[in-house]
Each structure stands twice: as structure tokens, then as C-alpha cells.
């Protein structure tokens, strides 16, 4: 069954820092892209971040510019978020996702399997 992980979530100051984890189980993360999409109370998922296969980084948010980067580590089949300077503004839960294609795309209806999701609250 193929399913992706998240985790490393939780609760962080303004101006701190968290590394989400992308996880896959029952197939191989270095075929595909792999994006992180984040979806705030009462608004619509958006893409964030996304890694092709061969390491080419995407960003979609001007806003995660400088603080924000997606990085893979294949041979631990995972995909990371490493987000600095956090901001209330990037409360969020945050899924990762794969296309099932080597390329990454904005839209989230391009995406075949989704992560849980994992709850990022900046608050002080």
C-alpha cells in the first residue's frame, strides 16, 4: 500500500524553526516529485514547495521566499521542509504529496496520494 508520513509538526514561536518529514511506504520517493502543500482555517490548499526528481526545487508562496526550502533524501525515502522564521501567518496544517510524476505542478489535483497532514501553530 503506498502511503506518505508526515511528521515534525507542532507548536513554535514567532521566529522559530521546524523540519517536516516526508515519509513514503510501499514504493520509491526518487521516481517522483514530491510537494508540500499547507491549508490554514477556512482557507483553500495551496501548494508551498515541491522537489522534482532530480533535486529542482519549485516555490509557489512569495511569501516563504528566503525562509522555506524542500530538500529529498532518497536513500532515507523522505522528503524534507526545513521552515525558518516562522510567522502566525504560516499556521497551517501542511500535507506532502506525490504526483506519481517526475514533475511537480501547482494544482493540487494533480497529486494521486496525500500525507495526513501535520498540524504548524506560531503563536507566542
Known amino acids: 500500500q503506498l502511503q506518505l508520513v508526515e511528521s515534525g509538526g507542532g507548536l513554535v514561536q514567532p521566529g522559530g524553526s521546524l523540519r517536516l518529514s516526508c515519509l513514503g511506504s510501499?514504493?520509491?520517493?526518487?521516481?517522483?516529485?514530491i510537494g508540500w502543500f499547507r491549508q490554514a482555517p477556512g482557507k483553500e490548499r495551496e501548494a508551498v514547495l515541491c522537489v522534482n526528481n532530480s533535486g529542482f526545487t519549485s516555490n509557489y508562496v512569495d511569501s516563504v521566499k528566503g525562509r522555506f526550502t524542500i530538500s529529498r533524501d532518497d536513500a532515507k525515502n523522505t522528503v524534507y521542509l526545513q521552515m525558518n522564521n516562522l510567522k502566525p501567518e504560516d499556521t497551517a496544517v501542511y500535507y506532502c504529496a506525490a504526483p506519481m510524476q517526475a514533475t511537480c505542478f501547482r494544482d493540487s489535483y494533480e497529486y494521486d496520494y496525500w500525507g495526513q497532514g501535520t498540524q504548524v501553530t506560531v503563536s507566542s
Open positions: 510501499g514504493f520509491t520517493l526518487e521516481y517522483y516529485a
